[in-house]
């Protein structure tokens, strides 16, 4: 099981292997695998059952196939296992009224691995890729994500997604599935 990344980390995929991801909306999370303790490539191994199952929580769960991953989390969601937490979302929709901001703050960084600002700060530039990978310049990328300038979009990608504007539009990398971004709010 892997956490989400502030970092950019290659991802092997043995050309014989299977490989499905399920990526959960932001403020899921397993209880008995807090986000922060899996964050940055500290994965966690989950015993297997078999061939075709593991072992969480001592029960048996199937692999999930694309067909019933759904199923798994709802399997998973019913037994208690994987929890969301409102507090995330009205972080992001803004809405600071609902508790203090600082119970707020402890909430989404105990049900994401990362602070509010950090989460932000991954998804402009996630959007900013998405756009370069889709033709846009950087100029107009750096207007459209809302960085203040070509110096400030270049260091941020390199930080968080491991390659320059250039390259990225270059496609010189594969980049992760996940790049399908909304706008940074």
């Given at each position: 099981?892997?956490?989400p990344e502030t970092r950019p980390t290659p991802a092997d995929c043995p050309a014989d292997a299977e490989w499905i991801g399920i990526r959960l909306s932001i403020g899921t999370w397993l209880p008995l695998y807090p986000a922060a303790t899996v964050r940055d490539r500290r994965?966690?191994?989950?015993?297997?059952?078999?061939?075709?199952a593991f072992r969480l929580d001592n029960a048996v769960w199937e692999y999930p196939s694309f067909d019933n991953a759904e199923v798994l989390v709802a399997r998973l969601a019913r037994a208690g296992l994987l929890v969301r937490d409102p507090a995330v979302s009205a972080a992001l929709a803004g809405d600071w009224q609902a508790m203090t901001r600082r119970s707020a703050q402890r909430h989404f960084l105990l049900a994401t691995g990362l602070t509010h600002?950090?989460?932000r700060q991954v998804e402009r530039a996630r959007?900013?890729?998405?756009?370069?990978?889709?033709?846009?310049g950087v100029g107009e990328t750096v207007h459209q994500a809302g960085y203040y300038d070509q110096a400030h979009l270049t260091r941020s990608l390199t930080r968080l997604i491991g390659q320059t504007p250039a390259r990225i539009r270059r496609h010189e990398r594969q980049l992760s599935f996940l790049y399908k971004t909304t706008p940074p709010g």
């Open positions: 099981m892997r956490g994965d966690a191994d989950l015993p297997g059952a078999g061939h075709r600002r950090t989460y959007y900013a890729a998405g756009l370069l990978r889709d033709g846009a």
